[in-house]
């Protein structure tokens, strides 16, 4: 009965110490495999620290009470750890399971495509090759099978299925910039988002690494001034009353009144994020490893080198509202 005990007891902490290197396999980006490189050039080499620093560690960044640059970073990856968790975690690491090889593997292999400057995402999208031969434009006849993306008849099922698609990407700060579809298109995340999401007002990850006075220290892309401009009317209830811009455009008998006469808002420039746009991923999303299922004949104007990477959005704002 006791061997079979001490065996239940080994399979127990087998299955947590699995579990541990799935959940921390965005780590090996940052910290390497056995957690011994220097993170992002900021951290401490975790695997040189005792089990018990480990522990204060992961703790105080939980609530934290610990940490310097990678804080706020940090937070969000051990947010729903318990201690249990977090105990096994510095066991695991002090006994060098390190993450598991393959997922290792993938970090490194995106780490090692992120040497490029910028990334071309529509590189085998938009081949002279592809589009002539697709043409479905000069098409006199359009088959069931090349009317949709579904590549089948309209009565096949059996053969259907969604692409397969993988979001695998270099751990924040091994990465590289995605090119933008379009001048001053939102730029697409080019880094993990594991331990990252959902972002939150009182808790936005982002924030760690891209706010200006951070950014350049810490290799990423600074937040733009337009992401601290307040361009909406200024609206406030007051007396039953809704009042835009000082103007009454009622509410008080259920009429929200005409506002058009409203032409500008007076634009507000803020020394802190506006909180219209604390939410990054409605804009900016992680880029799909996937086949499209059609060319991308999309070319747009203006789009040089500077814009491939840069923007000029409030520049543009700017204009419109002078």
């Known amino acids: 009965m006791k061997k079979a005990i001490k065996l239940l007891a080994l399979g127990t902490f087998l299955a947590g110490t699995s579990l541990y290197a799935v959940s921390t396999a965005a780590c090996a980006g940052c910290h390497g495999q056995y957690f011994e490189k220097v993170a992002m050039g900021k951290s401490k080499v975790v695997k040189d620290m005792s089990e018990a620093d480990i522990l204060i560690a992961l703790k105080g960044y939980k609530d934290g009470s610990y940490g310097g640059a990678m804080k706020g970073l940090m937070k969000g990856q051990v947010a729903n750890l318990s201690d249990a968790d977090m105990k096994a975690i510095a066991a695991s690491i002090k006994g060098g399971a390190g993450v598991a090889t393959d997922r290792a593997t993938e970090h490194a292999a995106g780490a090692a495509v992120a040497q490029a400057s910028v990334i071309d995402i529509n590189k085998n999208v938009c081949l002279p090759e592809r589009?002539?031969?697709?043409?479905?434009?000069?098409?006199?006849?359009?088959?069931?099978?090349?009317?949709?993306l579904r590549k089948a008849d309209l009565y096949t099922e059996d053969t259907v299925s969604p692409n397969a698609a993988s979001f695998d990407r270099p751990a924040p700060g091994s990465s590289t910039k995605f090119e933008r579809a379009y001048v001053n298109a939102p730029p697409m995340i080019p880094h993990s988002v594991e331990g990252l999401l959902p972002i939150k007002q009182g808790n936005n990850q982002c924030?760690?690494?891209?706010?200006?006075?951070?950014?350049?220290?810490?290799?990423?892309?600074?937040?733009?001034?337009?992401?601290?401009?307040?361009?909406?009317?200024?609206?406030?209830?007051?007396?039953?009353?809704?009042?835009?811009?000082?103007?009454?455009?009622?509410?008080?008998?259920?009429?929200?009144?005409?506002?058009s006469d409203i032409k500008l808002a007076k634009v507000k420039k803020l020394d802190h994020l506006y909180q219209g746009r604390f939410n990054c991923s409605q804009c900016h999303a992680p880029q799909a490893k996937i086949?499209?299922?059609?060319?991308?004949?999309?070319?747009?104007?203006?789009?040089?080198?500077?814009?491939?990477?840069?923007?000029?959005?409030?520049?543009?704002?700017?204009?419109?509202?002078?």
């Open 131 to 148: 589009l002539n031969k697709e043409d479905l434009g000069n098409k006199k006849v359009v088959t069931e099978s090349t009317l949709g």
């Open 291 to 322: 086949k499209t299922a059609v060319g991308n004949t999309f070319k747009s104007d203006g789009l040089t080198d500077e814009f491939k990477s840069h923007s000029s959005l409030a520049d543009a704002m700017n204009e419109g509202v002078q």
């Open 207 to 259: 924030l760690s690494c891209h706010m200006p006075d951070v950014a350049k220290s810490m290799g990423a892309t600074p937040i733009p001034l337009s992401h601290f401009t307040n361009y909406r009317p200024t609206t406030v209830l007051k007396n039953g009353e809704l009042v835009k811009e000082g103007k009454k455009v009622g509410i008080a008998k259920g009429d929200m009144g005409n506002v």
